[in-house]
């Protein structure tokens, strides 16, 4: 060690005292840490809390260390240690290991590992006292010739996003430089925030050659090589600095024993501390996320099993070891299990569901591939199922999950990071010649900069002349920082007039109402008007916006609304109230002054206010029945077909009336579970599809709106939107005491969102790899042109894609989504996300970087579409053996290298699926049979489904349930304060105190419910009396504010819930427990972990999915 | 003996236009999966002619069930029960909204009944000539018999 040490000291040199200085220790100690394995990570980490004993010890370890790294992978915090011990053997040697009892060893890689997570916040800010000592015993470490070699490589510094940018090696003696570098920017720069070191983790290419494998991933550290070693036999003997190591196992709480703590780890897990070599293969490329991490602290005590005699037991359990590099090839566990049944065969009896992983932090992006490619588009617009692209056929046909991605081309971007808009003017859009690819971050210029080379097609362009730059030393064009199409993964591009088949229409709302008397009952007229009336002004898009109406009942009554000219205005009584014209010749349809019928809004403002102040009133009288929404189509069509645009149609009686008559069905019990069954769930006539064809033809976007307390078809209605890129709502026994705010918020929403209009998208791919199939709602044009009238940001596409070759030469694989529109504005764009995602030949690997929230999504989706053809129950059977296969494909490729005995084991990254998978069975749109939803309800939830953003599927299949009482009772109201006391919890029905008040929330509904016990003071301070005292059925969702601290406590939580997801209008809903059959159908039916209605429960199920993987 | 010449010249027709709307149809399926076509067109051309081949065919295959061709009848009868099912299913035309999803199985379909045809087409070429020929002989045995008297 000693020698190593000094080598280390050497490395520091220049940096280290400054930088060592209390704020700068994390880096320093990061970098004397990190060296080793953990790099990166380690380093960001290591706060200055380490640092004086860290320093020692982590130097030489750091050797050691690389091999452990790759183990490092955030998550494992518990794990680690197993891997780690191997690699102490050969550096042990080196380190004076004193320090180290045997044991330490193995458990040193552990620490290190370990140390990253360790350092919480907290332990940063040492005290000044701690990093001086630190900077100090670097700086004793003379600057030995062997730091160069071997760890030097592993410099973790690099790792951080702070550090990326290394100063040139300061004083390094040999030449680390990278090393050097990271210690002087370190110091410097302040210290990095904790939660900076995860993102920091990206693999950075600079690590030195010691650690081939690795080196991608960790940082190399120059002078970590030798120091890393003695690094873990350091942690050991100084329990100060120890502590921190154990801390991470912990979830962050130091731990001041560290060197009992290691020993007891490797003990749990099978790690070997005999293992040769440190780094393990695997790891080659992959660089840790932080950010996983994170989570997975949180998770530990969820899920792990305890290791034997560990002395954390909870945190073992997600667990997947870091691979032991050398050793035994593999006897780390790269995965996560779950330990059914405490003696082999009995599984009823072990599984403990506290220990199920569920999703309590919501939807987990992956990281790594952000920050393998920080030049890819966010995720929230592009993921990818994996982002680990099989390179051959054998490989996808092993992938048993769904290989595609999916898209969100408008998703709403923060505050800051809006899409920037390229106009090119002068020279046209840059394109590849031959596969049409948009000029992206990953061209390469060459040839001094008059030539690029596609990164699709890998064909050379030529640079026009107006686009010419000079390339600098490193081949980057000169003007990169004025051109944000290459740098940035997401841009719009405005399109010049080769783009477009006709001049760019004007945004244009039209609206089909239906009068019938059920619609004027219930109040849905008047408040759709009032809506409409508030959002003329907010219309996107004035002064072009044009807009029109329609109404019919058993005849279809247009409006004219044309504003006379000024000339002519005091000739002609002018029109300040619309002209209502009546067709009853439902036969043969004809459009009266079909002029006039859309008017632009601007110019008719006074007569489209008068009609909708007029329109309640006009039809309040009515007690037509009947519907003749088929003409009324037609004859909206005929109007719109001119221009395209934008129809609403608010529907509320069955249509009875001409073309496309709707009959009662789905009524009958007996075509459940038969081969007819699907038939109720796909449009009647087919009416439905042709004039959707026809719409999506010429630009027309329907979004269905639908209120009846009766059976309406949304089956055969749906169809309209779904294949014109629409979106469906549904209102079930809509009442205007009720649902007032729903309807207002989401028409409005609906309304005044941007959108896109006569939009097409395309997704274009690397060669070798093909789109196979898209799921979503929209058309078709082209085998592989989306068709999309109207896009927004609630709106997402998934696809397939599929390998063409059996076996793929690239090592990246690049993916472009384009979707050229018309803005509201009026001009043409093409809006561009670009994303590379890396080959590989490893099937854990493609696991690991497995993207849950898509996968679930396209799952979703695909079981929807299967429910169209097949029966409910084949559609649940589908998913579930998709999830089984997998997860025994995951099985085969580790039970012979691991005794996994009775444990089930899946990819960290796909701890969730299973849940996911359960709820998706679970859903309004696939769960149970004729009882257990509506078939309206179920039809309006599968189209909806088909749409939703990865982010809202997943909190519709795993909505939260939040503990409100004691927020609102003691919590002051500050800020955080929220979400610090009221944590999301498992979806059964023990989490339900009789004595509290609960929040559930699942995007699209809030249900808050009473506990039978609450106190009656709480009650009546939020509900009124009389509705408290007996039931809500009849104030169902009156949740009011009072007068009171308390209620206005709840209504601001639940608007501050609200704005979280603004897509939706969560109306709420209250409950009081025992009441049936209110509580069961808003609450009950939708805890999915329980047992409901001939459903499993969450352990169940993953009992049934553990046998069948085992079978 | 003119007559059956006649019927098999009908049959050859019938066969041949049974052929020529199914390469039409695949036709437009390959220029729309090529993209040289929009799914409105292609699939408005191919229903224009799914109806007119069916009741064709069903002429057909009748025409052999009344004029005692069994074996001819027998052959014809799968595509006809087919057409039936799918017509009684509603299945029978291309669906604009879905047409990729199905491409790949119409196109195969109508391959599959192409091939049948063709063959089909092969023997009924064989029987014609038979008949013409048979036709032919028994004439000239007449002529022969008739120039045999002088």
Not at chain 1, 76 to 81: L, N, S, V
Not at chain 1, 898 to 913: A, C, F, Q
Not at chain 1, 935 to 950: H, N
Not at chain 1, 1012 to 1018: E, F, I, K, N, V
Request: aromatic share 10%; net charge neutral; proline share 10%.
């Amino acid at each position: 060690m000693g020698t190593e040490n000094p080598n280390r000291v050497n490395t520091y040199p220049g940096p280290i005292p400054t930088p060592f200085a209390a704020p700068r220790s994390n880096m320093p100690i990061s970098s004397s840490s990190s060296h080793p394995v953990v790099g990166s990570e380690a380093s960001a980490f290591r706060p200055t809390s380490v640092p004086a004993t860290l320093t020692t010890p982590f130097s030489s370890p750091g050797p050691t260390v690389g091999s452990g790294t790759p183990g490092f992978r955030p998550m494992q915090p518990g794990r680690p240690t197993p891997s780690y011990g191997p690699p102490t053997t050969g550096p042990t040697q080196r380190f004076p290991t004193p320090q180290f009892p045997s044991a330490a060893q193995p458990s040193m890689p552990p620490t290190s590992g370990v140390g990253q997570p360790i350092f919480p916040p907290t332990m940063r800010p040492p005290p000044p006292g701690h990093v001086p000592p630190m900077s100090t015993s670097l700086n004793r470490q003379p600057p030995p010739a062997p730091m160069g070699s071997p760890p030097q490589s592993l410099y973790s510094v690099s790792s951080r996003p702070n550090m990326q940018q290394p100063t040139p090696p300061t004083g390094p003696p040999s030449s680390l430089p990278g090393y050097i570098q990271s210690n002087t920017v370190t110091s410097p720069p302040p210290p990095p925030p904790p939660g900076s070191h995860q993102g920091g983790y990206t693999p950075q290419p600079t690590a030195s050659s010691s650690f081939p494998s690795h080196q991608g991933v960790y940082t190399p550290q120059p002078t970590a090589s030798s120091p890393f070693s003695s690094n873990q036999g350091g942690y050991t003997p100084q329990p100060a600095t120890s502590s921190p190591f154990p801390s991470n196992h912990g979830g962050y709480t130091p731990q001041p024993a560290t060197s009992s703590p290691f020993p007891s780890n490797q003990g749990g897990y099978t790690p070997q501390p005999t293992a040769s070599s440190p780094f393990p293969s695997h790891q080659g490329g992959y660089a840790p996320q932080p950010t996983t991490a994170a989570p997975f602290s949180s998770h530990q005590g969820a899920y792990g099993q305890p290791p034997p005699g560990a002395s954390q037991p909870g945190m073992y359990v997600g667990g997947s070891a870091p691979p032991t590099g050398a050793m035994a090839g593999g006897l780390v566990e790269d995965f996560s299990s779950l330990s059914l049944g405490s003696t082999p065969g009995s599984f009823d009896v072990g599984l403990d569901s506290k220990v199920l992983p569920r999703p309590l932090d919501g939807d987990v992006e992956p990281t790594a591939f952000a920050g393998m490619y920080p030049m890819n588009c966010d995720s929230r617009f592009l993921r990818l199922t994996t982002s680990a692209i099989p390179n051959s056929q054998s490989l996808v046909s092993r992938w048993q999950l769904p290989l595609g991605a999916v898209v969100c081309p408008l998703a709403e971007a923060p505050e800051g990071e809006e899409v920037p808009i390229v106009n090119f003017a002068t020279t046209g859009i840059v394109r590849c010649r031959r596969c049409r690819t948009y000029v992206n971050p990953y061209v390469t210029f060459t040839d001094g900069g008059r030539k690029w080379r596609c990164n699709i097609c890998a064909l050379l362009n030529d640079v026009q002349n107006d686009y010419f730059a000079h390339l600098d030393a490193t081949g980057k064009r000169v003007d990169l920082d004025q051109h944000p199409e290459l740098t940035k993964g997401s841009v719009e591009f405005v399109a010049p007039a080769e783009y477009m088949v006709r001049p760019p229409m004007p945004p244009l709302y039209f609206f089909l109402i239906d009068v019938s008397i059920s619609a004027v009952k219930s109040g849905m007229l008047e408040v759709m008007a009032q809506t409409i009336k508030s959002c003329l002004d907010k219309l996107p898009g004035s002064p072009r916006t044009q807009i029109g109406f329609i109404t019919f009942d058993s005849t279809i009554h247009f409006y004219n609304m044309k504003a006379t000219s000024l000339l002519f205005f005091f000739f002609q009584s002018s029109l300040t109230q619309p002209q209502m014209m009546v067709v009853s010749d439902l036969e043969d349809i004809f459009v009266p002054l079909p002029d006039d019928l859309l008017v632009n809004l601007s110019d008719s403002r006074p007569v489209v206010e008068a009609f909708l102040d007029s329109l309640p009133s006009m039809f309040q009288d009515n007690v037509n029945v009947e519907s003749a929404f088929g003409p009324a189509l037609k004859a909206a069509f005929m109007v719109m077909s001119q221009l395209g645009g934008k129809l609403l149609i608010f529907q509320s009686t069955l249509p009875s009336l001409g073309v496309g008559r709707l009959r009662l069905r789905g009524d009958d019990l007996r075509v459940y579970g038969t081969d007819k069954e699907h038939a109720l769930r796909i449009p009647e006539d087919p009416f439905y599809k042709q004039m959707a064809a026809d719409f999506t033809k010429f630009q027309v976007a329907v979004n269905i709106y639908a209120f009846s307390d009766k059976y309406t078809d949304i089956a055969s209605l749906g169809t309209l939107a779904k294949y014109t890129g629409g979106q469906v709502y549904y209102y079930p026994s809509f009442h205007s005491a009720i649902h007032t705010e729903k309807l207002r918020h989401e028409l409005a929403r609906d309304l005044t969102r941007e959108t896109a209009w006569e939009a097409v998208m395309r997704i274009r791919c690397g060669k070798g790899v093909r789109f196979t199939s898209y799921h979503g709602n929209f058309m078709l044009r082209s085998t592989d042109l989306l068709a999309l009238p109207a896009v927004d940001c609630d709106k997402a596409y998934a696809m397939q894609f599929a390998l063409e070759e059996t076996l793929l030469t690239t090592q990246i694989v690049y993916f472009q989504v384009a979707l050229l529109y018309t803005a509201s504005c009026g001009e043409r764009r093409i809006r561009v996300h670009t994303a590379a995602a890396s080959v590989v030949a490893d099937l854990g690997e493609m696991y690991r970087q497995a993207d849950t929230g898509a996968i679930v999504s396209l799952l979703g989706r695909l079981a929807i579409e299967k429910s169209l053809t097949y029966k409910l129950e084949d559609a649940r059977n589908a998913i579930q053996l998709r999830i089984v296969k997998a997860l025994k494909e995951y099985r085969k490729l580790h039970a012979v290298q691991h005794r996994v005995g009775n444990r089930m084991i899946y990819p960290e990254s796909l701890k969730y699926l299973s849940i996911y998978g359960l709820s998706l069975c679970k859903s309004t749109a696939l769960r149970g049979g004729y009882a257990d939803a509506q078939l309206d309800e179920r039809c309006a939830a599968g189209f909806t489904m088909m749409a939703l953003p990865v982010k809202k599927m997943l909190k519709l299949l795993y909505p939260s349930l939040l503990r409100v009482d004691e927020y609102l009772v003691k919590a002051p109201r500050v800020d955080g304060e929220f979400e610090r006391i009221c944590k999301r919890l498992p979806l059964v029905a023990e989490s339900l105190d009789s004595r509290g008040i609960y929040i559930f929330d699942d995007g699209f509904r809030f249900v808050v419910w009473f506990g039978r016990m609450l106190s009656p003071d709480l009650a009546r301070n939020l509900v009124d009396e009389d509705s408290s005292a007996s039931d809500f059925s009849k104030s169902q969702v009156c949740l009011n504010e009072r007068e009171n601290e308390l209620s206005r406590k709840l209504m601001g939580i639940l608007k501050r819930l609200r704005e979280g997801d603004a897509s939706y209008y969560q109306l709420c809903h209250l409950v009081r427990q025992g009441e049936q059959p209110r509580e069961g159908f808003f609450l009950l039916l939708n805890l999915v972990e329980d047992q409901v209605g001939g459903m499993n429960g969450y352990a169940d199920w993953i009992i049934q999915i553990h046998r069948q993987v085992q079978q | 003996m003119a007559w059956e010449v006649i019927l098999w010249v009908i049959f050859f027709i019938l066969n041949i236009s049974l052929i020529a709307a199914n390469l039409y149809q695949i036709v437009c399926l390959t220029d729309l999966e090529a993209d040289y076509m929009n799914p409105y067109d292609s699939s408005s051309r191919i229903n224009a002619v799914v109806i007119p081949e069916m009741l064709i065919h069903g002429v057909f295959c009748g025409l052999f069930l009344v004029t005692g061709h069994w074996f001819m009848f027998i052959l014809t009868l799968p595509i006809t029960i087919y057409s039936a099912m799918l017509y009684s299913k509603r299945r029978h035309l291309i669906d604009v909204t879905e047409v990729f999803r199905s491409i790949d199985a119409e196109k195969k379909y109508r391959i599959v009944k192409l091939a049948f045809y063709l063959l089909l087409f092969v023997l009924i070429i064989i029987r014609l000539v038979i008949e013409v020929v048979n036709n032919l002989i028994d004439d000239d045995e007449e002529g022969v018999h008739l120039f045999g008297i002088f």
